[in-house]
């Protein structure tokens, strides 16, 4: 299986780097989106996408592995949006205190 089968593909387009999350969003899938979204801080990105249109299920470690990403795009002077979540991970994340952290669209 491919990164790109699990998740953490990315596409560019100027400051903003947009990371899809895949179907489920777990500690493999989540050290993938991380990698991805660190690298991408590093080269001077300003604003992370996470596309969960793919995604279905979004486990504990994800969730702690996404707060990671937000508070590294903080310290970088970057912005993280969430996209394309399905109702119960809005929820989730919701419940959790995540949603305060992030800007939500779909």
Request: glycine share 10%; charged share 25%.
């Amino acid at each position: 299986m491919t990164e790109s089968e699990l998740g953490g593909a990315i596409r560019s387009e100027g400051e903003t780097a947009t990371v899809f999350a895949g179907d489920y969003l777990n500690k493999l899938t989540g050290e993938m989106i991380e990698r991805e979204c660190r690298r991408r801080l590093a080269e001077g990105c300003r604003e992370i996408v996470v596309n969960f249109s793919r995604t279905e299920i979004v486990n504990s470690i994800g969730v702690s592995i996404l707060l990671g990403v937000i508070d590294s795009a903080r310290g970088a002077g970057a912005k993280v949006v969430f996209s394309d979540l399905n109702q119960s991970t809005i929820e989730l994340f919701d419940m959790l205190g995540v949603t305060k952290h992030v800007d939500l669209v779909n």
